[in-house]
């Protein structure tokens, strides 16, 4: 039977730490890439004594991606400690939440070549991470940091709704961007601070029972994602097909060979003995709190996206790239109080701005000019008072320097000359300096019809207003 | 008179009389403790340089005239549970020898920032795990009133040192009665605060929805001194509560005529010594006799907290003690190949037989399959037994019985039978359960002159009015000045 | 409910704890008398009720998202039994 005969399910957990200057129980620093232990106190080093004190800004931080992701947000819920021992968890247990999560229930949709499809989100809780431990090839020894112990993570987990990898790399893709627009996570997967574990069965095709599922992890790109979850479809179908049976395991995808493998077999089975955290009492969420949230949320990706092409009549190209990001989209819209042709607006954006922030950096919330600059530059062009290409040098220069793009016009002379009688005196005098290429013309080679642009162009240096030249050389000419 | 046989009380005004410096008390005490202490072994550790560093610095400030509180310049010390800033901690376990902390205990700051100078580190069972201080690493501590006997547990150098006359006030901890029981073996006085009244943060967790950190002293008063500096809430507690603090001297000497008195039927059961109960209906019949009403009340599911206590506090425990893997402090098994040795040898090396027992028992509670049945079943019968508590409390204002069944008995006695020793919290635990106040006082002595302990139980937060009644009662006896033949 | 020398083990397994064969005889003793003695509670419906799991149940007040400086890594370290910089070094995890 052909791996078409067998139908995949997918669920997904995601785990994306949250945005909070301190940490989740204590007051040390989230910040990446510090010295190893040079974040930790006695709290998050888990030394005798110590108690934890929530974040408030966690609690906040999950009903905002709760209500985004049209959760119920419980009035009460409760801490747990899910018990194992392991080098870089210090207190032996993680300060989780369990059957009690704060969230629970809520949807995602995404785009499938089928069309909108609704991913059910079936809970959401907070939860501190752990440290980093360190395994040197060569060393006998294993180096263990502290600094992410107790970092506030968000884990996001999925009913197996997901059909194949590449609806899961686009539920992956929404989820990351509502986090990101809701300013809760940074979506960063190479730095860990977005990450994946996938738990991956198969079916026979119109079965209604799941198979066995295989839980896959370290996974930390989208491309990885999409190899992982595939080779592990084709693994499973293998060993159906052969007659044999999946195990219920955990395997790690290993990104140098693109292919997952099993974890070293437990010597015994988790029994991870959850029990409420007694340190912590059950966590009450307030009608009025929840207003507050609600209240701030910002519009999401999915909504703005179906607004800018109708509010602004644009394709839909134009609105998904716009609205990859916050900060471009409202920089849009910005820019669009001042100038109403949108889509002429929207060529700029996609064109100049973006080439111009790839190719020399920089970012869209520290740009050199005004958005009214931004608009009466692409109002110059409209007007004709400058050609299309000048103005792209004059917008380059603005980018550069921040300069007045009217500054620019005349510092560098590229404003047109649009002066018909004016033109029609350098039309005159080309014509008459060519006289032979002229009777060529008239004679039917009409393909040298370029060459008179160029010669009145090359007269005017480049200044003289292409609609205008064109007209007054036909006139002449005779067409 | 010795300045040691001096109440808390009685030194701290003559602290602020300037009759005597905090410095000549504390050499006094850490004499005393050079004189008695190597027969009591109350004190794992002595910060000999920080007290007298700490008693130089009051005297100052009490010469400028500017005393920090009342109390000053009062030595005092503090079971080794509490962490100690740069003074070893080990709760009396080998897993800890050597942990220097980086940070002090709250209650420990609140103490220092009182100006009281702390002598050192008592004895305990390990990890608070114990009811006779027999399971301490560092050997037993030993009655003052009769060596041969416990001071009780867990904290058994609180109350002996206070006995012994080593110093004025002490702090314990208890999860199941571990302050109460060791006042009512050495005619001290230990207030069990409410649950959420003292912070728990920097005190080594045995059983965190239990564990209450608390004064011992010598009389009523100087427990609610002691207890005015600790009681407060503590933004780094989150089960720390933000209720108001009374002044719990205002009503001490307010007398019990009016108040109702709760006796519960099943503190009064076979099995108890006869003179244990016998000095107890005699302290009702005083109590009586003040003007107090005495109620029989019913708590009738006193006969399960014993069950219950013993799957709730090892099931936390076990999670408690998992941070002790040699990883970032304490004792790491030299010579281990690899982690999952290490872990194991570490653990079974640095951990008691009585810390392991309790481990094995707290984590096969919450085991997968069993969950439900223990610890579970256990939480929801904690339910039945603050309701109990609740319901009674609706008729009296406190309730009234013995501490302990029995008086101190032998060391060595019941080590090998846990059972028998885990009945010795059968009064004190059922207060832990619900979360509620109990202090133990000196109640009389039996015949061959062991203390008796008398236990308030009280609503939450009304540890003034136990304090209350309480002293009502020391007041008409001399028991609070009967010293230990030392 | 007697506990065999095998559950004494397996539950040791989960605890970390190394025990010898005496301790694991001796631990399935003393453990099936405790859970002899708690198996007074199963005289008890307790259907209806509702476990207590936190002595109070005072919410607690959180903490704002404000920093405050961390332990100097010497102190983090000071009581480590085995440090590589300011590492915690430990025997090789092998996954």
Request: aromatic residues 8%; glycine residues 8%; negative net charge.
């Amino acid at each position: 039977m052909p791996l078409s005969d067998f139908q995949p399910v997918i669920g997904l957990e995601v785990h994306a730490q949250l945005l909070t200057n301190s940490k989740i129980f204590c007051a040390c620093s989230t910040e990446f890439g510090a010295a190893p232990n040079h974040n930790t106190c006695p709290v998050c080093l888990g030394l005798p004594g110590v108690l934890p004190v929530l974040n408030a800004r966690v609690v906040e931080f999950a009903i905002r991606a709760g209500l985004a992701l049209e959760c119920t947000v419980k009035k009460t819920s409760v801490w747990s400690r899910k018990n194992y021992f392991y080098p870089d968890l210090p207190k032996g247990y993680q300060v989780t939440q369990y059957d009690q999560p704060i969230c629970e229930h809520g949807k995602l949709s995404i785009d499938t070549p089928e069309g909108e499809k609704v991913v059910r989100i079936l809970r959401i809780h907070m939860e501190e991470d752990a440290g980093k431990s360190v395994h040197d090839a060569s060393a006998k020894e294993s180096l263990v940091d502290l600094n992410r112990a107790g970092v506030p993570l968000l884990e996001i987990v999925s009913e197996p709704d997901l059909r194949s990898a590449d609806e899961a790399v686009e539920y992956l893709k929404a989820l990351r961007d509502v986090l990101v627009y809701l300013g809760v996570n940074d979506g960063n997967l190479e730095e860990g601070s977005f990450r994946c574990d996938a738990n991956v069965s198969v079916m026979r095709k119109g079965a209604t029972v799941y198979g066995q599922r295989v839980e896959l992890k370290n996974i930390n790109s989208f491309r990885f994602i999409k190899q992982a979850i595939e080779y592990e479809v084709a693994r499973q179908v293998d060993v159906l097909e052969s007659g044999g049976k999946v195990d219920q395991e955990t395997r790690l995808f290993d990104a140098n060979r693109g292919e997952t493998r099993s974890m070293r077999s437990k010597e015994e089975a988790h029994d991870y003995r959850y029990f409420p955290e007694p340190d912590l009492p059950p966590l009450h969420v307030t009608d009025a709190q929840l207003d507050e949230v609600a209240q701030s949320l910002p519009e999401l990706p999915r909504a703005k996206l179906t607004r800018f092409t109708s509010q602004y009549g644009l394709p839909e190209y134009d609105a998904r790239i716009l609205c990859a990001e916050r900060p471009l989209a409202d920089y849009f819209e910005a820019v669009a109080q001042h100038f109403k042709d949108y889509k002429k607006l929207a060529n700029w954006f996609l064109g100049e701005l973006l080439r111009l922030l790839k190719d020399e950096g920089g970012s869209i919330t520290t740009l050199r000019f005004t958005t009214v600059q931004f608009a009466n530059l692409l109002g110059a062009v409209e007007q004709g008072k400058i050609s299309a290409n000048a103005g792209k040098d004059v917008f380059g220069e603005m980018f550069r320097t921040g300069k007045e793009p009217e500054a620019i016009i005349a510092e560098k002379g590229l404003a047109q000359v649009s002066d018909v009688g004016a033109i029609e005196a350098v039309v005159d005098e080309v014509l008459g300096k060519n006289a032979g290429e002229v009777e060529k013309y008239k004679a039917g080679k009409k393909q040298i019809y370029g060459f008179f642009v160029g010669q009145v162009m090359k007269a005017m240096k480049g200044k003289g207003n292409p609609a205008l030249v064109n007209e007054l050389l036909k006139k002449k000419l005779g067409e | 008179m010795q300045p040691t046989e001096l109440t808390l009380l009685e030194l701290a005004e003559k602290l602020a009389a300037r009759e005597v410096t905090s410095l000549e008390v504390t050499q006094a005490c850490l004499s005393r403790i050079a004189q008695v202490d190597g027969k009591v072994k109350a004190f794992l550790r002595l910060d000999e340089s920080g007290a007298l560093a700490a008693a130089e610095a009051s005297d100052a400030r009490r010469g400028k005239g500017n005393p920090l509180g009342p109390l000053d310049g009062v030595p005092v010390a503090v079971k080794d549970i509490f962490l100690t800033e740069g003074v070893e901690t080990t709760c009396a376990s080998r897993i800890l020898q050597g942990f220097h902390p980086p940070y002090d205990a709250t209650t420990v700051r609140l103490l220092k920032e009182a100006g009281m100078p702390i002598l050192g580190k008592l004895n305990q069972d390990e990890f608070a795990m114990g009811s006779s201080n027999e399971t301490s690493a560092c050997g037993p501590c030993h009655n003052p009133w009769d060596v041969t006997r416990t001071p009780g547990g867990s904290s058994g150098g609180s109350a002996a040192a206070l006995a012994a006359r080593e110093v004025f006030g002490t702090l314990g901890t208890d999860t199941g009665g571990s302050i109460r029981q060791p006042a009512a073996f050495t005619n001290t006085v230990g207030l069990k605060p409410t649950y959420g009244r003292v912070s728990r943060f920097g005190v080594i967790a045995f059983a965190s929805s239990l564990d209450v950190p608390g004064p011992l002293a010598r009389t009523v008063g100087d427990v609610a001194a002691l207890l005015q500096v600790l009681a407060r809430h503590d933004p780094r507690d989150s089960t720390s509560v933000p209720v108001e603090v009374p002044d719990y001297s205002a009503d001490l000497e307010h007398g019990v005529a009016g108040l109702k008195l709760g006796v519960p039927r099943e503190y009064f059961t076979e099995g108890m010594d006869p003179e244990v109960e016998a000095a107890v209906r005699e302290a009702l019949k005083v109590y009586e006799s003040l003007g107090a009403t005495l109620v029989d009340v019913s708590l009738p599911h006193t006969k399960y907290a014993l069950a219950t206590y013993y799957l709730i506090a090892p099931a936390e425990a076990s999670s408690n003690l998992a941070r002790y893997d040699g990883v970032r402090y304490g004792l790491r098994a030299r010579d281990a190949k690899g982690l999952k040795e290490m872990y194991g040898l570490s653990r079974d090396q640095g951990f008691g037989p009585e810390v392991k027992r309790r481990i094995m028992l707290g984590t096969y509670a919450l085991s997968a399959g069993y969950y439900d049945a223990y610890y579970l079943k256990a939480q929801k019968v904690r339910t039945l037994i603050r309701e109990d508590f609740n319901r009674a409390f609706q008729q009296v204002d406190a309730l009234v019985s013995p501490t302990s069944p029995v008086p101190a008995f032998k060391l060595g006695e019941k080590v090998e039978d846990p059972l028998s020793m885990y009945l010795m919290d059968v009064f004190t635990l059922p207060c832990n359960l619900a979360g509620l106040p109990g202090l133990s006082l000196p109640g009389g002595f039996t015949k061959g002159g062991l203390p008796i302990g008398l236990q308030l139980m009280g609503r939450p937060f009304d540890e003034a009015k136990l304090l209350r009644i309480g002293r009502a009662f020391e007041r008409e006896h001399d028991f609070v000045r009967r010293q230990a033949p030392l | 409910m007697k506990l065999t020398v095998e559950q004494v083990r397996h539950v040791a397994t989960l605890a970390r704890l190394s025990l010898t064969p005496e301790e694991e005889e001796r631990y399935a003793e003393q453990l099936s008398a405790v859970l002899e003695a708690v198996a007074l509670l199963e005289e008890l419906d307790v259907s209806e009720v509702e476990p207590t799991s936190h002595a109070t149940l005072t919410s607690s007040l959180p903490r704002e998202d404000v920093t405050r400086p961390s332990l100097p890594p010497e102190k983090a370290l000071a009581n480590a039994p085995a440090r590589v910089g300011t590492s915690f070094a430990v025997p090789k995890i092998l996954e």
